[in-house]
């Protein structure tokens, strides 16, 4: 697990950045009021303020319903929880608050996905579907696998119901490693499909954040419906 995530100062808002040969990860904040709940007047300026700002064409992003649902290049606003594309300069984002961000990158052929992986997305393995369109549609290989993960809730925070905990431990791949009596482990969870999946230990990064505990983050567990919403999104340079 390397962390070696930048922060970034756009405008006076705060970002967390992270640089590789083709493609840049972000991660944004909630300093100085920046919120990306789509649905508002505010969400929708501050989105259209991403081309301009990271020098992008245009960004993509989702109805996220906790579906398995990966899209490549959406045209639209359409229902789905994950996108891929091999698209230069078109950010491709998630949005979140408490749910875990996770962005995928090939560094090899520069190819790139983003998944929103809430408690739901985890049980059904939306990572690892994620990384299995990416290697059938865009031929790509686990190995060359890089994957980011960003602020979500953690185990120091996320206390679900014992029936939760029961369906993620009856999953063979959790089965008794993801969870101390009813603190889930979503990071845990992650690095498990990842390491089912063959991706290897140095080509994950995360960035070790908790929304919950951590304030300049959303979090819908902590503020309820008051919650704004968080972005992570990627694009290739
Ligand atoms: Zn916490």
Redesign the pocket.
């Known amino acids: 697990m390397i962390n070696d995530f930048k922060v970034k100062i756009v405008d006076n808002y705060k970002f967390y950045s992270f640089s590789t040969e083709k493609a840049e990860i972000v991660f944004s904040t909630n300093v100085n009021g920046i919120d990306f709940k789509k649905d508002t007047e505010e969400g929708k300026r501050f989105l259209s303020m991403i081309p301009k700002w990271f020098n992008v064409e245009k960004v993509l992003y989702l109805n996220q319903i906790h579906s398995n649902n990966i899209l490549r290049d959406p045209e639209d606003v359409v229902d789905g929880d994950g996108i891929i594309t091999n698209s230069k300069k078109i950010a491709i984002g998630v949005f979140g608050a408490d749910c875990t961000p996770i962005i995928v990158v090939n560094k090899n052929n520069g190819t790139i996905g983003v998944v929103h992986s809430g408690w739901k997305g985890t049980l059904n393995g939306i990572l690892t579907e994620c990384i299995q369109k990416i290697n059938n549609d865009l031929d790509s290989k686990e190995s060359e696998i890089e994957v980011f993960i960003g602020p979500h809730a953690?185990k120091?925070?996320y206390e679900v119901s014992y029936e939760l905990i029961n369906d993620f431990n009856s999953k063979e791949i959790y089965k008794g490693k993801i969870n101390d009596k009813r603190m889930l482990d979503l990071t845990e969870c992650i690095k498990l499909q990842l390491q089912a999946l063959g991706v290897k230990e140095e080509n994950i990064h995360d960035i070790g954040k908790?929304t919950?505990?951590n304030d300049e983050f959303y979090s819908y567990r902590r503020d309820k419906d008051l919650s704004g919403r968080n972005f992570a999104f990627v694009y290739l340079k």
């Open positions: 953690r120091c925070c908790c919950i505990c």
